[in-house]
Protein backbone atom coordinates (compact mmCIF):
# COMPACT_ATOMS: atom_id res chain seq x y z
CA UNK A 1 0.00 0.00 0.00
CA UNK A 2 3.14 2.32 0.23
CA UNK A 3 2.74 3.81 -3.24
CA UNK A 4 -0.75 4.59 -2.70
CA UNK A 5 -2.37 7.86 -2.58
CA UNK A 6 -6.77 9.15 -2.96
CA UNK A 7 -7.14 10.90 -5.64
CA UNK A 8 -10.01 13.39 -5.93
CA UNK A 9 -11.18 15.42 -8.64
CA UNK A 10 -13.91 18.43 -8.17
CA UNK A 11 -17.13 16.63 -8.17
CA UNK A 12 -20.09 18.96 -7.70
CA UNK A 13 -23.93 17.47 -6.80
CA UNK A 14 -23.33 14.42 -4.93
CA UNK A 15 -26.81 12.52 -5.45
CA UNK A 16 -28.38 9.37 -4.57
CA UNK A 17 -29.32 6.50 -2.61
CA UNK A 18 -26.77 4.67 -0.57
CA UNK A 19 -26.42 1.86 1.68
CA UNK A 20 -24.08 1.97 5.00
CA UNK A 21 -22.08 -0.53 6.23
CA UNK A 22 -21.54 -1.24 10.32
CA UNK A 23 -20.43 0.43 12.42
CA UNK A 24 -16.07 0.09 12.83
CA UNK A 25 -16.58 1.06 16.45
CA UNK A 26 -19.15 -0.63 16.96
CA UNK A 27 -17.74 -3.94 15.36
CA UNK A 28 -14.46 -3.79 17.39
CA UNK A 29 -15.84 -4.49 20.90
CA UNK A 30 -18.09 -7.00 19.76
CA UNK A 31 -15.61 -8.78 18.06
CA UNK A 32 -13.41 -8.72 21.47
CA UNK A 33 -16.76 -9.83 23.46
CA UNK A 34 -16.61 -12.81 21.87
CA UNK A 35 -13.81 -13.73 24.08
CA UNK A 36 -16.05 -14.37 26.98
CA UNK A 37 -18.23 -17.14 25.00
CA UNK A 38 -17.35 -20.52 24.06
CA UNK A 39 -18.82 -21.89 20.71
CA UNK A 40 -19.58 -20.34 17.52
CA UNK A 41 -20.70 -16.80 17.03
CA UNK A 42 -22.05 -15.49 13.69
CA UNK A 43 -21.83 -11.26 13.50
CA UNK A 44 -23.37 -9.99 10.60
CA UNK A 45 -22.96 -6.52 9.11
CA UNK A 46 -19.13 -6.73 10.08
CA UNK A 47 -17.30 -3.69 7.56
CA UNK A 48 -14.54 -4.95 6.14
CA UNK A 49 -12.23 -2.01 6.88
CA UNK A 50 -8.38 -2.66 8.44
CA UNK A 51 -8.96 -2.39 11.84
CA UNK A 52 -11.70 -4.82 11.92
CA UNK A 53 -9.35 -6.69 10.59
CA UNK A 54 -6.73 -6.46 12.87
CA UNK A 55 -9.52 -7.09 15.60
CA UNK A 56 -9.98 -10.48 13.65
CA UNK A 57 -6.29 -11.28 13.18
CA UNK A 58 -5.87 -10.94 17.28
CA UNK A 59 -8.37 -13.28 18.08
CA UNK A 60 -6.92 -15.64 15.76
CA UNK A 61 -3.67 -14.81 17.47
CA UNK A 62 -5.10 -16.23 20.81
CA UNK A 63 -6.22 -19.51 18.83
CA UNK A 64 -9.47 -18.71 17.73
CA UNK A 65 -11.40 -19.32 14.14
CA UNK A 66 -12.69 -15.88 12.68
CA UNK A 67 -13.62 -15.90 8.60
CA UNK A 68 -15.99 -13.96 6.56
CA UNK A 69 -18.67 -16.42 5.73
CA UNK A 70 -20.12 -14.09 3.19
CA UNK A 71 -19.51 -10.81 2.45
CA UNK A 72 -20.21 -9.07 5.63
CA UNK A 73 -21.19 -12.12 7.48
CA UNK A 74 -18.35 -13.02 10.00
CA UNK A 75 -18.21 -16.18 11.83
CA UNK A 76 -16.01 -17.35 14.79
CA UNK A 77 -15.59 -19.92 16.78
CA UNK A 78 -13.75 -19.58 20.35
CA UNK A 79 -13.87 -22.80 22.05
CA UNK A 80 -10.11 -23.31 21.15
CA UNK A 81 -9.13 -20.45 22.24
CA UNK A 82 -6.87 -20.69 24.85
CA UNK A 83 -4.03 -18.08 25.43
CA UNK A 84 -3.96 -14.83 27.13
CA UNK A 85 -0.68 -13.34 25.48
CA UNK A 86 -1.35 -11.24 22.59
CA UNK A 87 1.49 -10.57 20.17
CA UNK A 88 2.78 -7.41 20.44
CA UNK A 89 3.18 -6.59 16.44
CA UNK A 90 -0.79 -6.74 16.10
CA UNK A 91 -1.69 -4.42 19.29
CA UNK A 92 0.74 -2.30 18.14
CA UNK A 93 -1.60 -1.72 15.09
CA UNK A 94 -4.46 -0.49 16.99
CA UNK A 95 -5.95 1.38 19.79
CA UNK A 96 -8.51 -0.53 20.35
CA UNK A 97 -6.77 -4.06 20.44
CA UNK A 98 -6.66 -2.74 24.41
CA UNK A 99 -10.38 -3.98 24.33
CA UNK A 100 -9.68 -7.34 24.70
CA UNK A 101 -8.08 -6.94 27.96
CA UNK A 102 -11.39 -7.12 29.85
CA UNK A 103 -12.52 -10.26 27.99
CA UNK A 104 -9.43 -12.04 28.66
CA UNK A 105 -9.29 -11.10 32.26
CA UNK A 106 -12.81 -12.68 32.63
CA UNK A 107 -11.73 -15.90 30.73
CA UNK A 108 -8.42 -16.65 32.17
CA UNK A 109 -7.83 -13.93 34.94
CA UNK A 110 -4.91 -12.99 33.34
CA UNK A 111 -3.99 -10.89 30.06
CA UNK A 112 -0.41 -10.02 28.73
CA UNK A 113 -1.03 -6.91 26.38
CA UNK A 114 1.77 -4.88 24.68
CA UNK A 115 0.76 -1.05 25.09
CA UNK A 116 -1.47 -0.08 22.23
CA UNK A 117 -0.67 1.98 18.78
CA UNK A 118 -3.62 3.74 17.00
CA UNK A 119 -4.01 7.21 15.72
CA UNK A 120 -1.76 10.09 16.44
CA UNK A 121 -4.83 12.16 17.93
CA UNK A 122 -3.49 12.78 21.36
CA UNK A 123 -1.61 11.05 23.81
CA UNK A 124 -4.36 8.17 24.52
CA UNK A 125 -3.53 7.10 27.71
CA UNK A 126 -4.91 3.93 28.80
CA UNK A 127 -4.79 4.60 32.77
CA UNK A 128 -8.40 4.71 33.28
CA UNK A 129 -8.60 1.39 31.96
CA UNK A 130 -6.03 0.16 34.46
CA UNK A 131 -7.48 1.76 37.19
CA UNK A 132 -10.83 0.24 36.57
CA UNK A 133 -9.35 -3.22 36.42
CA UNK A 134 -6.83 -2.83 39.54
CA UNK A 135 -10.70 -1.72 41.53
CA UNK A 136 -11.80 -5.20 40.42
CA UNK A 137 -8.68 -6.87 42.16
CA UNK A 138 -6.50 -7.49 39.06
CA UNK A 139 -2.43 -6.78 39.95
CA UNK A 140 -0.97 -4.80 36.90
CA UNK A 141 2.80 -4.95 36.09
CA UNK A 142 4.62 -3.01 33.46
CA UNK A 143 8.25 -4.01 32.20
CA UNK A 144 9.09 -1.88 28.97
CA UNK A 145 5.86 -1.73 26.66
CA UNK A 146 4.04 -4.89 28.28
CA UNK A 147 1.50 -5.01 30.39
CA UNK A 148 1.01 -8.44 32.03
CA UNK A 149 -2.10 -8.34 34.51
CA UNK A 150 -2.75 -10.67 37.26
CA UNK A 151 -6.78 -11.67 38.52
CA UNK A 152 -6.83 -14.58 40.89
CA UNK A 153 -10.06 -13.84 40.56
CA UNK A 154 -12.11 -10.86 39.53
CA UNK A 155 -14.41 -9.00 42.07
CA UNK A 156 -17.25 -6.47 41.09
CA UNK A 157 -16.70 -2.92 41.82
CA UNK A 158 -17.52 0.72 41.78
CA UNK A 159 -15.83 2.30 39.25
CA UNK A 160 -16.29 6.39 38.87
CA UNK A 161 -14.83 7.63 36.00
CA UNK A 162 -12.98 10.68 35.68
CA UNK A 163 -14.03 11.16 32.28
CA UNK A 164 -16.75 8.64 30.24
CA UNK A 165 -14.18 7.01 28.25
CA UNK A 166 -16.08 4.54 25.88
CA UNK A 167 -13.18 2.13 25.36
CA UNK A 168 -12.93 1.58 29.55
CA UNK A 169 -16.95 1.58 29.56
CA UNK A 170 -16.84 -0.92 26.96
CA UNK A 171 -13.44 -3.00 28.34
CA UNK A 172 -15.06 -3.04 32.00
CA UNK A 173 -18.61 -3.97 30.91
CA UNK A 174 -17.11 -6.82 28.95
CA UNK A 175 -15.22 -8.22 32.46
CA UNK A 176 -17.71 -7.46 34.69
CA UNK A 177 -20.10 -9.50 32.45
CA UNK A 178 -18.77 -12.56 33.95
CA UNK A 179 -17.20 -11.29 37.07
CA UNK A 180 -19.64 -12.40 40.17
CA UNK A 181 -21.50 -9.66 42.22
CA UNK A 182 -22.67 -5.96 40.67
CA UNK A 183 -20.06 -3.63 39.22
CA UNK A 184 -21.30 -0.21 38.86
CA UNK A 185 -19.61 2.03 36.00
CA UNK A 186 -20.63 5.61 37.21
CA UNK A 187 -20.19 8.67 34.78
CA UNK A 188 -20.34 6.03 31.64
CA UNK A 189 -19.86 6.89 27.51
CA UNK A 190 -23.06 5.83 26.38
CA UNK A 191 -22.42 6.40 23.06
CA UNK A 192 -24.65 4.14 20.31
CA UNK A 193 -21.63 1.93 19.90
CA UNK A 194 -21.27 1.19 23.82
CA UNK A 195 -25.43 0.53 23.55
CA UNK A 196 -25.18 -1.95 21.18
CA UNK A 197 -22.06 -3.71 22.54
CA UNK A 198 -24.75 -4.17 25.70
CA UNK A 199 -27.12 -5.62 23.16
CA UNK A 200 -25.22 -8.09 22.28
CA UNK A 201 -24.00 -8.82 25.74
CA UNK A 202 -27.53 -9.33 27.21
CA UNK A 203 -27.77 -11.66 23.97
CA UNK A 204 -25.02 -13.86 25.29
CA UNK A 205 -26.80 -13.67 28.62
CA UNK A 206 -25.46 -10.91 30.53
CA UNK A 207 -27.52 -8.56 33.38
CA UNK A 208 -26.84 -5.22 32.39
CA UNK A 209 -28.92 -2.13 33.11
CA UNK A 210 -28.78 1.46 32.90
CA UNK A 211 -30.01 3.64 35.65
CA UNK A 212 -29.65 7.51 35.33
CA UNK A 213 -27.39 9.51 35.43
CA UNK A 214 -25.16 7.58 33.03
CA UNK A 215 -24.51 4.67 35.64
CA UNK A 216 -23.96 1.02 33.87
CA UNK A 217 -24.99 -1.68 36.08
CA UNK A 218 -23.62 -5.37 35.52
CA UNK A 219 -24.52 -8.69 37.27
CA UNK A 220 -22.43 -11.08 36.57
CA UNK A 221 -23.20 -14.21 35.31
CA UNK A 222 -20.77 -17.69 35.10
CA UNK A 223 -20.95 -18.44 31.49
CA UNK A 224 -22.21 -16.52 28.48
CA UNK A 225 -23.66 -18.11 25.17
CA UNK A 226 -22.49 -17.62 21.75
CA UNK A 227 -24.72 -15.06 19.28
CA UNK A 228 -25.95 -13.74 16.26
CA UNK A 229 -26.08 -10.80 15.93
CA UNK A 230 -26.32 -7.35 13.32
CA UNK A 231 -24.09 -4.64 13.76
CA UNK A 232 -25.84 -1.56 13.99
CA UNK A 233 -25.11 0.65 11.00
CA UNK A 234 -22.33 3.28 11.04
CA UNK A 235 -23.38 6.62 12.13
CA UNK A 236 -19.88 8.06 10.99
CA UNK A 237 -20.03 7.19 7.80
CA UNK A 238 -23.64 7.99 7.20
CA UNK A 239 -22.43 11.58 8.34
CA UNK A 240 -19.12 11.45 5.65
CA UNK A 241 -21.87 10.51 3.16
CA UNK A 242 -24.15 13.66 4.41
CA UNK A 243 -21.35 15.51 4.44
CA UNK A 244 -20.42 14.42 0.98
CA UNK A 245 -23.81 15.67 -0.32
CA UNK A 246 -23.82 18.80 1.72
CA UNK A 247 -20.17 20.25 0.43
CA UNK A 248 -21.09 19.54 -2.92
CA UNK A 249 -24.67 21.13 -3.33
CA UNK A 250 -25.74 17.55 -3.97
CA UNK A 251 -28.63 15.22 -2.50
CA UNK A 252 -28.91 12.22 -0.68
CA UNK A 253 -30.79 9.32 0.20
CA UNK A 254 -29.68 6.80 3.36
CA UNK A 255 -31.96 4.46 3.85
CA UNK A 256 -30.14 2.84 6.94
CA UNK A 257 -29.14 5.86 8.60
CA UNK A 258 -29.14 5.70 12.26
CA UNK A 259 -30.39 9.19 12.57
CA UNK A 260 -32.13 8.91 16.31
CA UNK A 261 -27.91 8.64 17.39
CA UNK A 262 -27.10 11.86 14.52
CA UNK A 263 -29.60 14.05 16.50
CA UNK A 264 -27.16 17.16 17.42
CA UNK A 265 -24.92 16.34 14.09
CA UNK A 266 -28.36 17.09 11.92
CA UNK A 267 -29.11 19.55 13.85
CA UNK A 268 -25.75 22.06 13.13
CA UNK A 269 -26.48 20.58 9.07
CA UNK A 270 -30.04 22.56 9.77
CA UNK A 271 -28.40 25.35 11.19
CA UNK A 272 -26.39 25.50 8.19
CA UNK A 273 -29.98 25.72 5.82
CA UNK A 274 -29.91 21.99 4.29
CA UNK A 275 -32.92 20.42 4.19
CA UNK A 276 -32.93 16.75 5.95
CA UNK A 277 -36.00 14.34 6.82
CA UNK A 278 -35.75 11.84 9.40
CA UNK A 279 -37.69 8.54 8.74
CA UNK A 280 -40.50 6.57 11.02
CA UNK A 281 -38.70 5.72 13.94
CA UNK A 282 -35.67 7.72 13.38
CA UNK A 283 -34.00 5.56 10.86
CA UNK A 284 -32.83 7.23 7.30
CA UNK A 285 -31.93 10.80 6.07
CA UNK A 286 -32.55 12.31 3.17
CA UNK A 287 -30.74 15.51 2.83
CA UNK A 288 -31.13 18.33 0.00
CA UNK A 289 -27.86 20.55 0.36
CA UNK A 290 -28.78 24.70 0.06
CA UNK A 291 -27.08 26.50 -2.24
CA UNK A 292 -25.97 29.19 0.46
CA UNK A 293 -24.93 27.60 3.68
CA UNK A 294 -24.38 29.33 6.81
CA UNK A 295 -21.67 28.91 8.62
CA UNK A 296 -22.62 27.25 12.30
CA UNK A 297 -20.09 26.48 15.89
CA UNK A 298 -19.89 23.68 17.63
CA UNK A 299 -18.17 21.88 20.04
CA UNK A 300 -17.39 18.02 20.44
CA UNK A 301 -18.54 16.29 23.60
CA UNK A 302 -19.64 12.39 24.62
CA UNK A 303 -22.52 11.28 22.99
CA UNK A 304 -25.44 12.89 22.61
CA UNK A 305 -22.94 15.96 22.19
CA UNK A 306 -21.40 16.50 19.21
CA UNK A 307 -19.26 13.34 18.09
CA UNK A 308 -15.45 14.09 17.88
CA UNK A 309 -15.10 11.82 14.74
CA UNK A 310 -17.28 13.86 13.03
CA UNK A 311 -15.57 17.55 13.71
CA UNK A 312 -13.03 17.26 10.82
CA UNK A 313 -15.34 16.25 8.43
CA UNK A 314 -17.38 18.99 9.55
CA UNK A 315 -15.22 21.38 9.09
CA UNK A 316 -14.31 20.97 5.30
CA UNK A 317 -17.74 21.73 5.12
CA UNK A 318 -17.28 25.04 7.33
CA UNK A 319 -14.56 25.95 4.80
CA UNK A 320 -16.87 27.32 2.37
CA UNK A 321 -20.05 27.84 4.46
CA UNK A 322 -20.96 32.20 4.79
CA UNK A 323 -19.86 33.62 7.88
CA UNK A 324 -17.78 32.36 10.77
CA UNK A 325 -17.72 28.81 12.23
CA UNK A 326 -15.76 28.25 16.25
CA UNK A 327 -14.77 24.54 16.14
CA UNK A 328 -13.68 23.52 19.59
CA UNK A 329 -12.25 19.96 20.11
CA UNK A 330 -12.72 19.20 23.93
CA UNK A 331 -12.49 15.18 23.75
CA UNK A 332 -8.72 14.68 22.05
CA UNK A 333 -5.77 17.09 22.65
CA UNK A 334 -4.81 16.38 19.65
CA UNK A 335 -6.95 16.35 17.05
CA UNK A 336 -6.76 19.29 14.76
CA UNK A 337 -3.75 18.24 12.28
CA UNK A 338 -6.26 18.53 9.28
CA UNK A 339 -6.59 22.08 9.79
CA UNK A 340 -3.22 22.66 8.10
CA UNK A 341 -3.97 20.43 5.22
CA UNK A 342 -7.09 22.48 4.79
CA UNK A 343 -5.20 25.73 5.39
CA UNK A 344 -3.38 24.60 2.01
CA UNK A 345 -6.74 23.78 0.10
CA UNK A 346 -7.20 27.35 0.07
CA UNK A 347 -9.13 27.15 3.73
CA UNK A 348 -9.05 30.41 6.30
CA UNK A 349 -8.50 29.12 9.10
CA UNK A 350 -6.75 30.23 12.69
CA UNK A 351 -6.35 27.84 15.36
CA UNK A 352 -5.19 28.40 19.25
CA UNK A 353 -4.86 25.07 21.05
CA UNK A 354 -7.79 23.11 20.40
CA UNK A 355 -10.10 26.10 19.02
CA UNK A 356 -10.35 26.93 15.64
CA UNK A 357 -12.04 29.55 13.65
CA UNK A 358 -12.80 29.31 9.93
CA UNK A 359 -13.83 31.83 8.03
CA UNK A 360 -16.09 30.84 4.86
CA UNK A 361 -14.45 31.02 1.43
CA UNK A 362 -15.58 31.39 -1.79
CA UNK A 363 -13.61 28.57 -3.53
CA UNK A 364 -10.94 25.86 -2.35
CA UNK A 365 -8.11 24.67 -4.53
CA UNK A 366 -7.05 21.35 -5.07
CA UNK A 367 -3.39 20.54 -3.40
CA UNK A 368 -1.32 17.49 -2.61
CA UNK A 369 -2.30 16.79 1.30
CA UNK A 370 -1.79 14.29 4.06
CA UNK A 371 -3.99 12.28 6.16
CA UNK A 372 -2.84 12.41 9.72
CA UNK A 373 -5.74 10.31 11.25
CA UNK A 374 -8.88 8.27 10.27
CA UNK A 375 -11.67 11.12 9.93
CA UNK A 376 -8.86 13.72 8.63
CA UNK A 377 -8.78 11.57 5.66
CA UNK A 378 -12.44 12.27 5.16
CA UNK A 379 -12.31 15.99 5.52
CA UNK A 380 -10.10 15.96 2.95
CA UNK A 381 -11.94 13.86 0.78
CA UNK A 382 -14.88 15.79 0.97
CA UNK A 383 -12.54 19.59 0.93
CA UNK A 384 -11.58 17.60 -2.47
CA UNK A 385 -14.62 17.12 -3.75
CA UNK A 386 -15.71 21.25 -3.45
CA UNK A 387 -12.56 22.34 -4.38
CA UNK A 388 -10.80 23.60 -8.02
CA UNK A 389 -8.64 21.34 -9.42
CA UNK A 390 -7.13 17.78 -8.31
CA UNK A 391 -6.47 16.85 -4.60
CA UNK A 392 -4.05 14.02 -4.08
CA UNK A 393 -3.89 12.74 -0.49
CA UNK A 394 -1.44 10.64 0.93
CA UNK A 395 -1.87 8.38 4.50
CA UNK A 396 -4.38 6.06 2.34
CA UNK A 397 -3.99 3.55 5.56
CA UNK A 398 -5.72 5.92 7.79
CA UNK A 399 -9.29 5.93 5.27
CA UNK A 400 -8.47 2.37 4.87
CA UNK A 401 -8.69 1.43 8.58
CA UNK A 402 -11.85 3.18 9.35
CA UNK A 403 -14.15 2.75 6.38
CA UNK A 404 -14.44 -0.49 4.09
CA UNK A 405 -14.92 0.59 0.52
CA UNK A 406 -16.43 4.09 1.04
CA UNK A 407 -15.09 5.54 -2.15
CA UNK A 408 -16.72 3.12 -3.88
CA UNK A 409 -19.90 4.51 -2.40
CA UNK A 410 -18.55 8.02 -3.49
CA UNK A 411 -18.12 6.72 -6.83
CA UNK A 412 -21.75 5.75 -7.11
CA UNK A 413 -22.99 9.22 -6.03
CA UNK A 414 -21.23 10.46 -8.81
CA UNK A 415 -17.68 11.71 -6.76
CA UNK A 416 -14.83 11.31 -8.70
CA UNK A 417 -12.39 9.76 -6.56
CA UNK A 418 -10.04 7.01 -7.00
CA UNK A 419 -7.09 5.06 -4.85
CA UNK A 420 -4.03 5.49 -7.10
CA UNK A 421 -1.20 3.34 -7.20
CA UNK A 422 1.82 4.65 -8.57
CA UNK A 423 6.06 4.21 -9.06
CA UNK A 424 7.80 5.22 -6.53
CA UNK A 425 9.43 8.23 -7.71
CA UNK A 426 6.18 9.71 -8.58
CA UNK A 427 5.34 8.99 -4.96
CA UNK A 428 8.26 10.43 -3.81
CA UNK A 429 7.21 13.45 -5.53
CA UNK A 430 3.93 13.51 -4.12
CA UNK A 431 5.26 13.25 -0.57
CA UNK A 432 7.82 16.05 -1.45
CA UNK A 433 4.87 18.50 -2.41
CA UNK A 434 2.80 17.61 0.78
CA UNK A 435 5.54 18.22 2.84
CA UNK A 436 5.75 21.86 1.45
CA UNK A 437 9.20 21.66 -0.34
CA UNK A 438 7.33 20.74 -4.13
CA UNK A 439 11.25 19.52 -4.65
CA UNK A 440 10.58 16.46 -6.86
CA UNK A 441 12.18 12.81 -6.24
CA UNK A 442 14.53 13.30 -9.00
CA UNK A 443 15.52 16.88 -8.46
CA UNK A 444 15.97 15.35 -4.43
CA UNK A 445 18.15 13.06 -5.90
C1 LIG B 1 -13.48 5.68 20.91
C2 LIG B 1 -13.62 5.57 19.41
C3 LIG B 1 -13.11 6.84 18.73
C4 LIG B 1 -13.85 8.04 19.30
C5 LIG B 1 -13.75 8.07 20.81
C6 LIG B 1 -14.59 9.17 21.44
C7 LIG B 1 -13.40 3.22 18.99
C8 LIG B 1 -12.59 2.12 18.43
N1 LIG B 1 -12.85 4.43 18.95
O1 LIG B 1 -12.09 5.81 21.20
O2 LIG B 1 -13.35 6.72 17.33
O3 LIG B 1 -13.27 9.21 18.78
O4 LIG B 1 -14.21 6.83 21.37
O5 LIG B 1 -15.91 9.06 21.05
O6 LIG B 1 -14.52 3.03 19.42
N2 LIG B 1 -8.56 8.74 27.99
C9 LIG B 1 -7.67 8.79 29.03
N3 LIG B 1 -7.36 7.63 29.66
C10 LIG B 1 -7.90 6.43 29.30
C11 LIG B 1 -8.82 6.40 28.23
C12 LIG B 1 -9.13 7.57 27.58
O7 LIG B 1 -7.17 9.85 29.39
O8 LIG B 1 -7.58 5.41 29.91
C13 LIG B 1 -8.88 9.98 27.27
C14 LIG B 1 -8.44 9.92 25.81
O9 LIG B 1 -7.07 10.27 25.69
C15 LIG B 1 -9.37 10.91 25.17
C16 LIG B 1 -10.65 10.75 25.98
O10 LIG B 1 -10.28 10.13 27.19
O11 LIG B 1 -8.86 12.22 25.31
C17 LIG B 1 -11.71 9.94 25.29
O12 LIG B 1 -11.21 8.65 24.98
P1 LIG B 1 -12.14 7.37 24.84
O13 LIG B 1 -13.57 7.79 25.03
O14 LIG B 1 -11.61 6.30 25.70
O15 LIG B 1 -11.94 7.00 23.32
P2 LIG B 1 -11.55 5.62 22.68
O16 LIG B 1 -12.32 4.53 23.34
O17 LIG B 1 -10.09 5.48 22.56
Redesign the pocket.
Known amino acids: MSNKYIQVEQSLNLRGQASLNGAK?AT?PIIASLILTDGVSQLSNVPRSHDVMCMMELLRNLGARADFIDEHTLEVDTSMLDTFCIDPAIMKKM??SILVMGPLLARFGKADVALPGGCSI????????LEAFASMGTQITMQDDFLYARASSLKASTIIMD?P????TENVMMAAARTRGITRIVNA?L?P?VLDLIAVLRAMGANITIRPAATIEIEGVDELKPVEYAIMYDRLEAGALMLAAAITGGDIYLPQAPAHAMEIFILKLQQMGHAIEVGAHGVGVHLKATTSPQAVSLKTG?YPGF???LQAPMMAAQCLADGVSVIEET???NRMLHVHELVKMGANITSEHNRTIIKGVDQLRGAAVMATDIRASCALVLAGFAAQGTTRMTGLHHWMRGYDSLELTLQSLGGRISIVDCQDAEYQALLGQVNGSGVTASQAC
Do not use: C, K, M, W
Not at 122 to 129: L, S
Not at 165 to 168: H, W
Open positions: NLRAGARPINYHYSVGTAEEQPTDVFE
